[in-house]
């Protein structure tokens, strides 16, 4: 079976299965969060079960109706072998089309938003640059912060790490 195949088919079996309270998870806009409640509303009179997320690296949390969590793309953290994947995709040579900016930064943000940690793991590998290469500009920076941050993120709640050691496990990577 592919790694495709395989991750959709994990994907699949959690999203029939319900998460529970403690669970992290990934929402694809947002990166890793922890469901700290289900709770039951009433919207519109109508009652819907929610997950209450919390995302503290953004100080936000998010509703997300049981019933759309699938549609939303949120997902369980990464296997390890998935993350694997994606730290070795780190390792591989940086693939940067000769097309304008403005339509590369369309597709990173894209594969950023994808919440897959091997997309976002291109988009680190593509826009690192080493001490002596020439500097990046303001919004190519922005998205590499930003892909790099979601990737430790998930890095740490995968391998129970804190930020800091995963942070440093990918810096280690990138400088080899």
């Known amino acids: 079976m592919s790694d495709k195949k395989a991750n959709s088919a994990v994907k ?10 403690n669970d992290y998870v990934v929402y694809p806009s947002h990166g890793v ?37 699938e549609a939303t793309g949120m997902r369980p953290l990464a296997s390890n072998k998935i993350m694997k994947q994606a730290l070795d995709t780190l ?3 940086a693939r940067v089309k000769r097309t304008m900016w403005s339509r590369r930064a369309q597709e990173y943000e894209a594969k950023i938003n994808s919440g897959d940690p091997v997309s976002i793991a ?19 920076r922005q998205i590499y912060e930003a892909a790099k941050e979601r990737l430790i993120r998930e890095l740490a709640a995968v391998e129970k790490i804190g930020h800091e050691d995963a942070q440093n496990r990918l810096n280690k990577l990138l400088a080899a």
């Open 33 to 69: 969060g922890k469901i700290t409640a289900i709770e039951e509303q009433e919207i519109s009179g109508f009652s819907l079960k929610l997950f209450v997320i919390d995302f503290p690296h953004e100080k936000m949390t998010l509703r997300v109706p049981i019933t759309k969590a």
């Open 91 to 93: 390792k591989g040579r």
């Open 12 to 21: 699949k079996k959690k999203a029939r299965s319900e998460y529970a309270a």
């Open 122 to 140: 291109e988009v680190v590998r593509d826009l690192h640059r080493n001490e002596d290469q020439p500097d990046q500009s303001y919004s190519e």
